[in-house]
């Protein structure tokens, strides 16, 4: 008779609930998914809640394989050694293989005042936090948003759609992924809708006041309502336990998505960092990875030698209000090509993708197994790249 394998994923974001229905394949794996809030958040619409156009909010019962037992709780530690987690209400969940899912956040801004007066958007809480600030502004306030990326220009669209007075400060250089002939096609649409858009040299936030955000060039924005977007953070829980992590906090793997600590334990989504050489925060990424990471915790239940990890991509996509947005396409290698859909074909594929990310859980949940993806071969050379070794062309 086969023993039974008790599987914990810590965190119940798109990669771990990707993981935690794909382990599902086999009647011999028990899954617990332990995750702090009782609903599952759509991370790519917290933009939308602030504006009030989505809750962000699914019900883990539409998007969880049955059998899966829900710990609405926060881990505090991990036990390596016991094989066990403990949680902040006390007590400890034991596992045989435990997959850390934990996400990401917002980085400390390390700006003077960002952290009084500036309001994050990466988490629901902080969200939900933010919402009454905006319905309490008048319309004719200035709104500042921090951050030139995907964030930070669908917040300041989404607010700009609905009349508000709001300024981008990028710090550098507007969209960051894109390629220039989609980043100037968002340019023009945040103009459209009446964003400010501030890029360049001395576009840096140095300071946030009450009622003011300062730029590295001396200038100064008016802003009743600051929102940071910028930066990129993960929960301390790996090192705080005495696993190894990168500086940012994310759990080293090798490229099976292993510990490099323990073998029991596998990484998944923004909190892995596979050869410390993590792949970009996105929900395109946390699936694949999620789902990669149950496999090889399936291998390793199976006595088989786990694989790499192969992910390709298609692009990113950037909602610019509720009635246009863009597509970048991308090479498989995540590098971005000349190719964009914009305007309100756009718009409607960010609303497909966003959609269809919620459909691959709710499917992975009914049938295990079942996602598949393209694959790119150019992480290797990446990798001997990084290692110093002579690649051959």
Same mark, same amino acid.
């Given at each position: 008779?086969?023993?039974?394998?008790?599987?914990?994923?810590?965190?119940? /974001? +798109?990669?771990?609930?990707?993981?935690?229905? =794909?382990?599902?394949?086999?009647?011999?794996?028990?899954?617990?998914?332990?995750?702090?809030?009782?609903?599952?958040?759509?991370?790519?619409?917290?933009?939308?809640?602030?504006?009030?156009?989505?809750?962000?909010?699914?019900?883990?019962?539409?998007?969880?394989?049955?059998?899966?037992? !829900?710990?609405?709780?926060?881990?505090?530690?991990?036990?390596?050694?016991?094989?066990?987690?403990?949680? $902040?209400?006390?007590?400890?969940?034991?596992?045989? +293989?435990?997959?850390?899912?934990?996400?990401? /956040?917002?980085?400390?801004?390390?700006?003077?005042?960002?952290?009084?007066?500036? +309001?994050?958007? @990466?988490?629901?809480?902080?969200?939900?936090?933010?919402?009454?600030?905006?319905?309490? $502004?008048?319309?004719?306030?200035?709104?500042?948003?921090? /951050?030139?990326?995907?964030?930070?220009?669908?917040?300041?669209?989404?607010?700009?759609?609905?009349?508000?007075?709001?300024?981008?400060?990028?710090?550098?250089?507007?969209?960051? +992924?894109?390629?220039?002939?989609?980043?100037?096609? #968002?340019?023009?649409?945040?103009?459209?809708?009446?964003?400010?858009?501030?890029?360049?040299?001395?576009?840096? *936030?140095?300071?946030?006041?009450?009622?003011?955000?300062?730029?590295?060039?001396?200038?100064?924005?008016?802003?009743?309502?600051?929102?940071?977007? @910028?930066?990129?953070?993960?929960?301390?829980? @790996? @090192?705080?336990?005495?696993?190894?992590?990168?500086?940012?906090? &994310?759990? !080293?793997?090798?490229?099976?998505?292993?510990? *490099?600590?323990?073998?029991?334990?596998?990484?998944?989504?923004?909190?892995?960092?596979?050869?410390?050489?993590?792949?970009?925060?996105?929900?395109?990424?946390?699936? &694949?990875?999620?789902? %990669?990471?149950?496999?090889?915790?399936?291998?390793?239940? $199976?006595?088989?030698?786990?694989?790499?990890?192969?992910?390709?991509?298609? /692009?990113?996509?950037?909602?610019?209000?509720?009635?246009?947005?863009?597509?970048?396409?991308?090479?498989?290698?995540?590098?971005?090509?000349?190719?964009?859909?914009?305007?309100?074909?756009?718009?409607?594929?960010?609303?497909?993708?966003? &959609? %269809?990310? #919620?459909?691959?859980?709710?499917?992975?949940?009914?049938?295990?197994?079942?996602?598949?993806?393209?694959?790119?071969?150019?992480?290797?050379?990446?990798?001997?790249?990084?290692?110093?070794?002579?690649? $051959? =062309?």
């Amino acid at each position: 008779m086969t023993e039974n394998s008790d599987v914990v994923v810590i965190g119940g /974001g +798109y990669a771990g609930v990707m993981a935690a229905n =794909r382990l599902t394949q086999r009647d011999d794996v028990t899954v617990t998914l332990i995750n702090p809030r009782p609903a599952f958040v759509e991370r790519i619409r917290l933009h939308q809640l602030v504006g009030g156009s989505h809750a962000a909010v699914t019900d883990y019962s539409e998007i969880l394989a049955e059998g899966t037992r !829900l710990v609405v709780d926060a881990v505090t530690r991990i036990d390596a050694a016991g094989r066990s987690v403990t949680l $902040a209400t006390g007590g400890t969940v034991g596992y045989d +293989y435990l997959i850390y899912a934990v996400g990401s /956040g917002s980085a400390d801004p390390g700006v003077p005042g960002a952290d009084e007066f500036a +309001y994050p958007i @990466a988490t629901l809480e902080a969200a939900l936090r933010l919402r009454p600030l905006l319905d309490a $502004a008048p319309a004719t306030a200035a709104v500042t948003v921090v /951050g030139a990326g995907p964030t930070g220009i669908e917040t300041a669209a989404e607010l700009a759609e609905q009349g508000r007075r709001v300024t981008l400060a990028c710090g550098d250089v507007l969209g960051p +992924y894109l390629h220039p002939r989609g980043r100037n096609s #968002v340019a023009k649409q945040l103009t459209k809708l009446g964003v400010t858009v501030v890029e360049g040299p001395g576009a840096k *936030v140095t300071a946030v006041t009450r009622d003011a955000v300062r730029l590295g060039d001396g200038r100064e924005l008016p802003s009743a309502v600051t929102i940071w977007t @910028a930066g990129f953070g993960v929960p301390d829980l @790996a @090192a705080r336990s005495g696993l190894s992590a990168d500086a940012v906090g &994310r759990l !080293l793997t090798d490229e099976t998505l292993t510990s *490099v600590d323990d073998v029991r334990i596998v990484a998944a989504g923004d909190s892995a960092a596979p050869s410390d050489l993590p792949f970009r925060m996105s929900c395109q990424a946390a699936t &694949r990875i999620g789902a %990669h990471a149950a496999d090889t915790v399936l291998s390793r239940i $199976a006595g088989e030698q786990p694989a790499r990890i192969n992910v390709g991509f298609f /692009g990113q996509c950037i909602s610019l209000g509720r009635r246009a947005g863009i597509f970048q396409f991308a090479s498989r290698d995540d590098s971005a090509n000349r190719f964009y859909l914009g305007g309100r074909p756009g718009a409607k594929l960010k609303e497909f993708v966003c &959609r %269809h990310t #919620v459909k691959h859980l709710a499917d992975e949940a009914r049938k295990p197994g079942a996602l598949t993806w393209v694959k790119d071969d150019k992480r290797r050379q990446l990798l001997r790249a990084k290692r110093g070794e002579v690649v $051959a =062309r």
